[in-house]
């Protein structure tokens, strides 16, 4: 009868090769999964991380910023695939939302196809070029520099949104924007053309041919109109007492621009030696509208002068009750009443300037 202990041992030197093997493709499986596949982006209690890549930076400033901002838990293993799978010499900018359930294969899937995510931000309404520069810049990658330089471009902006560097503000519509962090100033100027195109449908621009205005001239209007109230029960109205004096062929005498002129927005009382500023701004003493904006006007106040209320007063002074409502008059007599009560409630509180 044959020995059963050579056949017992065999038995378990081949359970041990299989648990061997086992174990190292175990081993291996694992391996492969936590380099590939395991969550590889650090949580922060504050959401989802960010990854920015600036244009024309390479390879050694994203593993910078990675391990500056702490964006990973193990960038051994995100350069070890990285590297395989070639990403130091395809790097493209853009701004990277890193969720925390991204594994290194999906973070370089997302990086080599530049899938970024888009940034939504706000325009505010402003008044001269260097605020406006100085907001796009806060918000995206676009050079400050080139975008000063464009809108100042005359021959640029005549060919490519006829417009000039004194009414290139019209382009800009405040609102809701949203765009990839990496925008060019160029590509930046074009978004804002587009969101101004489409503001300005068929309706509109048959609107403005009533009024015997043009796009930019409505612009032109509502600027002032949104400098001269926030309510918007009266814009409408304030919107009607310009229209009257501009077909009365009489000066616009806004407060608003003379304050543009002179580079100060924050004087509660216009006084006379304003109104000799030397300026086309100064509507005391030009007739008809300014040659700009005085500030980038928003849809609310565009719709106001598009549809102005029916009336006859052709003037308006703030109320004296602090409401930000104003007062309207026909008659200059009805005027200077008005102002009057205006200018003592003014001294009342000590206003000078």
């Not at 291996?28 to 209690?45: C, D, F, K, M």
Request: charge should be positive.
């Amino acid at each position: 009868m044959p020995d059963p202990k050579p056949a017992s041992a065999s038995r378990r030197w081949l359970w041990y090769v299989l648990l061997t093997a086992l174990l190292l493709v175990g081993g291996a499986t694992y391996g492969t999964w936590r380099i590939l596949w395991q969550p590889n982006v650090a949580v922060s209690p504050y959401g989802a991380g960010y990854l920015y890549i600036r244009t024309g930076t390479g390879y050694p400033a994203v593993l910078d910023s990675l391990r500056r901002h702490e964006l990973l838990r193990d960038l051994r293993t995100f350069e070890w695939l990285a590297e395989r799978r070639n990403y130091p010499q395809l790097v493209r900018p853009g701004r990277y939302r890193l969720d925390p359930t991204l594994g290194n294969q999906d973070l370089l899937d997302m990086l080599l196809t530049g899938r970024q995510d888009t940034l939504a931000f706000t325009l505010d309404a402003f008044k001269y070029k260097p605020q406006l520069t100085r907001q796009i810049s806060l918000q995206l990658e676009a050079d400050s520099t080139e975008l000063r330089q464009l809108l100042n471009n005359n021959a640029f902006l005549t060919q490519r949104y006829q417009l000039d560097t004194t009414t290139v503000l019209t382009l800009f519509l405040p609102g809701p924007y949203r765009l990839f962090w990496n925008t060019s100033a160029r590509q930046f100027l074009d978004s804002a053309a587009a969101t101004h195109h489409r503001f300005w449908t068929a309706e509109r621009q048959q609107r403005a041919d009533s009024l015997g205005l043009s796009p930019t001239q409505v612009h032109v209007l509502a600027s002032i109109v949104q400098r001269e109230t926030a309510k918007k029960e009266d814009k409408p109205i304030i919107a009607g007492v310009y229209l009257n004096r501009l077909r009365r062929n009489m000066r616009l005498q806004a407060d608003p621009t003379l304050l543009w002129a002179i580079g100060n927005f924050g004087v509660k009382r216009v006084l006379n030696k304003d109104k000799l500023v030397d300026s086309p701004y100064n509507t005391y003493k030009h007739k008809g509208l300014p040659p700009g904006p005085i500030t980038s006007a928003n849809r609310q106040s565009l719709d106001a002068v598009l549809k102005p209320a029916a009336h006859q007063y052709v003037f308006f002074c703030a109320r004296p009750d602090g409401s930000g409502y104003s007062d309207f008059a026909e008659t200059y007599a009805d005027h200077k009443r008005n102002a009057r009560r205006y200018q003592q409630h003014l001294d009342s509180l000590g206003v000078k300037r």
